[in-house]
């Protein structure tokens, strides 16, 4: 077959180089296409071909540097990867001329054979999945982790048994094609849902529409697993067995995770582990020893008293939030002690309750570059919210640690996407973690 690898990525174990592997293992015909120069992917193109010497396969073709038309025609799939707009001139013209379009992650499901647990929401997925892959393996399965978390399922494809679990973070992105392909987990779990992307689509109801594919194929003999707490997902139901499931649910033990939205992503993944029947006391082994994931509400430094904490990946307000109440309400609401650094560019957000709350517990604020920080700094104007722009995270910190004093929390969750000032919300936390 001639297989398009639209976007080789980034990563050493992400979507683009993971599929490419697949095809060319497979003995497709595999042609890379890219934005990025060969300069730029030298290292991923490096590796793929010590991959094919290894696996004596033919090396792939490159079309690098800019995507091509003439590159679609007499296709058979495209393999799309993250930041591949959907309405893509390309992808309409390999649609055109007859070429099927896939991910990494409906090609793997239409390639495993093993029981697949596939979880998604607005807030977090990561933090979730994780922990149910924690708590599969606990309880004696083979479990695997994949998705929206940097490694592509397609990864470790080969390596999977077939009485094993795989456990996916699925994006909104990633689920716009099950619906179409008839893809679904046997396994479907939904943390919440909350505005978000809403630069990238029309409105809240087709961001909500994209997260639902993740249950639409579902038989009766599956399980939707949904957050009782939460506004919109309180009001679903599968087609097959439907688990609701509350921050209430949380029984009295050990926990190191922070914060009311840390005890929902408990609360799910004990649901999901209780489809497997794992004994309570191997959950709570995991939930006594899992710190949490890098990049979500991370301490990663405490100097003369004062505590960096590094939250990159909230990248919505309703993600700063939580930020701020988890750490708001550890001293007297009365004493601001949080120095903020946030801002960015926008996704067609609402910022008002946001700013409500960095009223009530920020000292000041630091905004990034971006347009969601020209809607964001008028409000504070409007709030009396004392603020200073910056242009950079070197210089953030530098002011950071000007104003802060002992007992104080210098708190990077900047309620707004990275892209502009940064390639990714990841580096962000990274220039944050450096500038210490």
């Known amino acids: 077959m001639n297989i398009v690898v639209m976007g080789l990525g980034l990563y050493a174990r992400g979507s683009g180089i993971s599929a490419a592997k697949f095809f060319i293992l497979r003995g497709d015909n595999v042609l890379i296409t890219d934005l990025k120069t060969r300069e730029e992917l030298s290292h991923q193109i490096q590796e793929l071909e010590k991959f094919c010497k290894v696996k004596k396969r033919s090396l792939p073709k490159y079309s690098l540097g800019g995507h091509k038309e003439k590159d679609f025609k007499k296709i058979d799939i495209v393999m799309r990867n993250p930041g591949v707009p959907r309405d893509s001139k390309f992808l309409k013209a390999a649609r055109k001329n007859g070429a099927k379009i896939e991910t990494d992650i409906s090609i793997f499901l239409k390639n495993c054979d093993a029981e697949i647990i596939g979880v998604t929401g607005t807030r977090g997925k990561s933090t979730t999945a994780t922990l149910i892959h924690e708590m599969l393996k606990e309880g004696g399965k083979g479990a695997w982790l994949g998705g929206n978390i940097k490694v592509s399922p397609l990864s470790f494809i080969r390596r999977i048994k077939k009485d094993d679990t795989v456990v996916l973070e699925l994006s909104s992105w990633m689920l716009e094609n099950f619906d179409e392909l008839g893809l679904a987990p046997h396994i479907a779990m939904v943390t919440n849902i909350f505005p978000d992307h809403l630069n990238t689509y029309k409105n809240m109801k087709e961001y909500i529409s994209a997260k639902k594919n993740i249950f639409k194929n579902q038989t009766k003999d599956d399980y939707l697993v949904l957050n009782k707490d939460n506004k919109e997902t309180r009001r679903w139901k599968g087609?097959?067995?439907?688990?609701?499931?509350?921050?209430?649910?949380?029984?009295?033990?050990?926990?190191?995770?922070?914060?009311?939205?840390?005890?929902?992503?408990?609360?799910?993944?004990?649901?999901?582990?209780?489809?497997?029947?794992?004994?309570?006391?191997?959950?709570?082994?995991?939930?006594?020893?899992?710190?949490?994931?890098?990049?979500?509400?991370?301490?990663?430094?405490?100097?003369?008293?004062?505590?960096?904490?590094?939250?990159?990946?909230?990248?919505?307000?309703?993600?700063?939030?939580?930020?701020?109440?988890?750490?708001?309400?550890?001293?007297?609401?009365?004493?601001?002690?949080?120095?903020?650094?946030?801002?960015?560019?926008?996704?067609?957000?609402?910022?008002?309750?946001?700013?409500?709350?960095?009223?009530?517990?920020?000292?000041?604020?630091?905004?990034?570059?971006?347009?969601?920080?020209?809607?964001?700094?008028?409000?504070?104007?409007?709030?009396?919210?004392?603020?200073?722009?910056?242009?950079?995270?070197?210089?953030?910190?530098?002011?950071?640690?000007?104003?802060?004093?002992?007992?104080?929390?210098?708190?990077?969750?900047?309620?707004?996407?990275?892209?502009?000032?940064?390639?990714?919300?990841?580096?962000?936390?990274?220039?944050?973690?450096?500038?210490?």
């Open 239 to 436: 087609n097959g067995e439907t688990i609701y499931f509350r921050r209430k649910d949380v029984p009295l033990c050990k926990i190191k995770l922070q914060g009311e939205h840390n005890l929902e992503n408990i609360a799910g993944a004990i649901a999901v582990a209780g489809i497997y029947k794992i004994p309570f006391s191997k959950l709570k082994k995991v939930l006594r020893e899992f710190k949490g994931l890098p990049d979500r509400q991370e301490l990663v430094a405490e100097k003369n008293g004062i505590k960096f904490i590094n939250d990159t990946t909230a990248t919505t307000p309703d993600g700063a939030i939580a930020a701020l109440k988890t750490f708001g309400v550890l001293r007297f609401k009365a004493h601001k002690y949080i120095i903020l650094i946030a801002g960015g560019n926008d996704k067609g957000l609402d910022y008002e309750d946001f700013v409500k709350e960095v009223k009530r517990y920020c000292k000041t604020v630091l905004l990034l570059p971006g347009t969601a920080t020209d809607k964001i700094k008028k409000l504070f104007q409007a709030s009396d919210i004392k603020f200073q722009e910056v242009k950079n995270m070197r210089r953030a910190i530098a002011l950071a640690k000007l104003s802060a004093t002992k007992g104080d929390i210098v708190l990077l969750s900047p309620a707004a996407s990275s892209f502009g000032l940064f390639k990714n919300e990841f580096e962000r936390g990274k220039r944050f973690k450096r500038a210490l």
